[in-house]
């Protein structure tokens, strides 16, 4: 198996253990606070780059000129980190697919 393969694996199997360690966590805190079930601000929210970085790093967004370019920029910012770890794996897993030597 090819060095991007197992990354892109490794990349899928992390995204889906933090995504499911997020749910967990969410169902955990719903089933601890029967009081307080229709009440979305204890539910943690699935974290982004954004918000797990320091506010400072991504000030670079706002110089881009392109803005098709600056929206697709802003918007992977914003996506959730488990879904960004599948879909670098998925990435990695067709780029080893591609360039695999018979």
């Given at each position: 198996?090819?060095?991007?393969?197992?990354?892109?694996?490794?990349?899928?199997?992390?995204?889906?253990?933090f995504?499911?360690?997020?749910?967990?966590?969410?169902?955990?805190?719903?089933?601890?606070?029967?009081?307080?079930?229709?009440?979305?601000?204890?539910?943690?929210?699935?974290q982004?780059?954004?918000?797990?970085?320091?506010?400072?790093?991504?000030?670079?967004?706002?110089?881009?000129?392109?803005?098709?370019?600056?929206?697709?920029?802003?918007y992977?910012?914003?996506?959730?980190?488990w879904?960004?770890?599948?879909?670098?794996?998925?990435?990695?897993?067709?780029?080893?697919g591609?360039?695999?030597?018979?």
């Open positions: 198996m090819k060095k991007t393969n197992v990354a892109g694996v490794v990349s899928i199997v992390s995204g889906g253990l995504y499911g360690y997020v749910a967990l966590s969410n169902m955990m805190a719903k089933s601890s606070d029967i009081h307080h079930y229709a009440d979305r601000a204890n539910i943690k929210e699935h982004s780059l954004f918000e797990i970085l320091p506010e400072g790093n991504f000030d670079w967004i706002e110089s881009i000129p392109w803005e098709p370019l600056k929206n697709g920029v802003d992977v910012v914003n996506m959730p980190c879904l960004l770890l599948i879909i670098i794996g998925v990435i990695l897993l067709i780029v080893g591609l360039f695999i030597k018979k």
